[in-house]
Structures are given as C-alpha cells and as structure tokens.
C-alpha cells in the first residue's frame, strides 16, 4: 500500500514562494503519474498539476500556469510543486495524489492514492 506524505506548505506573504514536497512509502511509484491537488474551504478540490513518470509530460490548470512547477525525483520517490508569486487565492490545502494513469489524476476520477495534505496560506 503506497503511503503519501506532504510538507513545505505554512504561510506566505502575497507574492512569496514554497515549494511543496511528497514523499512516496510502501511501494514503488516510480512508474506512477503523480499530481498535485488543492481544497480551499468551502470549496470541492480542485486540479493543480501533474506529471508522468518520467517527468516529460506536464499539465497545469491554468490558475498554475507560469507561477508553478511540478518536478520529481524518482530515486528519491518524491514529486515537488514550486510555487511562486503566490496569491492570497491560492490559499488552500494541497494535496498530492498518485495513479498509474495521468488521465485519471487530470479528471480527478478513482484516483489510487493521496496524501493527508498541507496547509498553503497566502497572506494580503
């Protein structure tokens, strides 16, 4: 069973950076497409970015594109999510998730695994 673990998230001023890590345990994810997710409150989750495997394809929503990053080392079975010039609106919880199937982390359906999540605020 593949166990999730994020951290890096806490909080920023307005135009600020993290960078976000997961860390995969208890199985091998190195051939897993992995994605990462955000829930603001009162808000359903919604998509962020992900990549496959090999780190060649990437997609992003379009609140990401230009100001995030995913990234991944394999040999160290962790993915990243670089944020910068962050925005109060990005102020959620971030998720990362893991499934052999990019298309199912990109239309976020029975998606594999997840991870408990870290807090991002951006402050104003």
């Known amino acids: 069973q593949v166990q999730l673990v994020e951290s890096g998230g806490g909080l920023v001023q307005t135009g600020g950076s993290l960078r976000l890590s997961c860390v995969a345990s208890?199985?091998?994810?190195?051939?897993?497409?992995m994605g990462w997710f955000r829930q603001a409150p009162g808000k359903e989750r919604e998509f962020v970015a992900v990549?496959?495997?090999?780190?060649?394809?990437?997609a992003y929503a379009d609140s990401a594109k230009g100001r995030f990053t995913i990234s991944r080392d394999n040999a160290k079975n962790t993915v990243y999510l670089q944020m910068n010039s962050l925005k109060p609106e990005d102020t959620a919880v971030y998720y990362c998730?893991?499934?052999?199937?990019?298309?199912?982390?990109?239309?976020?359906?029975?998606?594999?695994?997840w991870g408990q999540g870290t807090q991002v605020t951006v402050s104003s």
């Open positions: 998730a893991a499934d052999g199937n990019i298309r199912t982390l990109q239309t976020m359906t029975g998606i594999s695994y």
């Open positions: 208890g199985g091998t994810v190195s051939t897993y497409a």
């Open positions: 990549g496959t495997w090999s780190g060649r394809t990437t």
